[in-house]
């Protein structure tokens, strides 16, 4: 490590001041100055915005120059306050093999691929003070130049009046410089900050207006990456309609396990700045709102209003989330809760693959000669109520049809809950293949209901209906699959409770088209 020799000067300065303290009385002017000196309290490089365009920030958090073997570099800095009285520095590079710094602050990139951490500090505190200014100089040995660079954001659309941060990814990942110049093809509708990628939407005249965002490298290799971001004129909302098809007053029930749903609406204009539009919730312990876009939190019914803040007009749609529906048609790829429990044995592991309205399950080695796969409800608690909706059904393929060397499997649910009295409820039936009824439908899979009316829990015995159990545990095993010594795959296509077995009945002819027969 290079040092000057300011610590030479800084030892005499501090020697001085102790010499002033025992001087005469006729000294009083020349120790008024000492005492009265003002210290740094920052310093920073100075760097011509040519330079400043290639710092870069590594993962470390170390603020990066790149430099070439053989280029040197002037490095000015700035000392604050201005009035500091002793504004003496030193220079220090951390290793000279990749970069050195002359008593001027002159850096030379010595050779590559390596890096060295220059430092400017006042004389006599930079041992440990923190004033000090730091720069990481990453020494290459010849330049490698950008091949392509990928341009992205995090939204292809902004609002004018709106700021979007751009990123630009450079290949190879060696590249020497890993920052790029920022500009845009239409200025008149975007503006963009050269060096951060800052993107800021300008007032335009039609209601969308392309705008390609340029990357170009600054390696002189003549790269470029582009993407194009759309600028939205800002349109004040006069009017919301907000479509009824999930209303409570038109019968529609919504379920907690689904989480959330996004509400249909029309404006006046139809082409307004719909972010402008105030969204409420009449109880946010039922649900919460924005942009329309309904988060279901408990069971009861709630209003959700949108209102255009301009002319005051609104429209609200009422909600029902009833205690005990269940309802899982694995419609949403970001949001299901019953999946395989990832359990494995004796050297396989049970899986599954989603599909757009249903699950294909893999078994698991039981043993020797049996396959299993256990079905796990992770979105907990799991909350049913017997008096709303006491049938459980669930609509999967039965692993008995699937192959002739099949003898025999076992369904079982295996749950643990509390009812909101206290009681403990655990092993829905009580044991294997417990169902109330299977009905065989005609694409060949099976429905196999649990009616919570008569199926008694193996702990708590039938469940109540004036109040609802919320389950910690919630999983159906399809066990003991004999006799077969090979993984197997199934179909599981939903999940759901019903008020009663018509409206089960129902649902399999007039939902899924089916006809079905009881076995």
């Known amino acids: 490590m290079k040092r000057n020799n300011n610590k030479i000067y800084a030892m005499m300065l501090m020697l001085g001041l102790a010499a002033a303290s025992m001087t005469s009385c006729s000294d009083d002017d020349k120790q008024s100055d000492l005492y009265g000196a003002v210290i740094p309290s920052s310093v920073e490089f100075n760097l011509s915005q040519d330079k400043q365009q290639l710092i870069y920030t590594d993962a470390t958090g170390a603020k990066c120059l790149p430099m070439i073997k053989g280029e040197t570099l002037q490095l000015e800095y700035t000392m604050l306050p201005e009035n500091t009285t002793f504004r003496d520095a030193v220079w220090s590079s951390s290793n000279d093999d990749f970069a050195t710094i002359s008593d001027e602050g002159l850096v030379t990139a010595v050779d590559g691929d390596g890096y060295s951490i220059v430092q400017i500090a006042p004389v006599g505190l930079y041992e440990g003070s923190g004033i000090n200014a730091n720069l990481k100089v990453v020494v290459s040995k010849e330049m490698r130049q950008a091949t392509s660079i990928a341009v992205t954001s995090d939204k292809d659309e902004i609002y004018s009046g709106d700021n979007l941060q751009m990123t630009a990814t450079i290949a190879p990942d060696n590249s020497t410089y890993k920052t790029v110049k920022w500009s845009v093809d239409d200025e008149n509708a975007a503006s963009i900050d050269p060096m951060t990628g800052v993107l800021t939407g300008k007032e335009a005249s039609a209601i969308l207006t392309p705008v390609k965002v340029i990357a170009t490298a600054l390696d002189g290799s003549g790269v470029v990456g582009e993407k194009t971001v759309n600028i939205r004129k800002v349109v004040a909302p006069e009017d919301v309609t907000i479509d009824q098809t999930y209303s ?22 139809a082409e307004c700045t719909t972010s402008q539009i105030v969204w409420t919730s009449s109880d946010e312990n039922v649900a919460t709102v924005a942009d329309g876009v309904v988060t279901f939190k408990g069971f009861g019914t709630v209003e959700i209003t949108a209102t255009t803040p301009a002319t005051g007009k609104s429209s609200t749609i009422k909600l029902n989330i009833p205690a005990g529906l269940i309802r899982e048609t694995f419609h949403n790829e970001n949001h299901y809760s019953i999946y395989d429990a990832k359990q494995s044995g004796n050297g396989t592991s049970t899986s599954h693959e989603w599909h757009d309205g249903y699950l294909t399950i893999t078994t698991y080695k039981q043993n020797a000669t049996n396959q299993r796969a256990d079905l796990k409800w992770y979105d907990l608690p799991v909350t049913l109520h017997a008096g709303n909706y006491p049938i459980i059904a669930v609509k999967m393929d039965d692993v008995k049809d699937l192959e002739s060397g099949i003898t025999s499997r076992n369904l079982n649910f295996d749950v643990v809950g509390k009812s909101e009295s206290g009681k403990d409820f655990k092993a829905l039936g009580g044991g294997n293949n417990k169902y109330s009824s299977d009905y065989k439908c005609s694409d060949g899979s099976h429905v196999f209901v649990y009616d919570l009316s008569k199926v008694a829990f193996r702990t708590g015995g039938i469940a109540p209906t004036n109040e609802t159990i919320s389950f910690t545990v919630f999983q159906l ?41 009881k076995k």
Request: with cysteine; aromatic share 14%.
């Open 477 to 517: 095993k399809h066990a003991d699959i004999k006799t077969v010594d090979h993984q197997l795959k199934f179909n599981l296509y939903w999940f759901q409770s019903f008020k009663n077995m018509d409206d089960l009945e129902s649902y399999i002819k007039n939902v899924d088209g089916l006809t079905f027969e």
């Open 248 to 269: 409570a007053d038109k019968g529609y029930v919504c379920a907690l396990n689904e989480k959330s749903l996004s509400l249909n609406y029309t404006t006046v204009p």
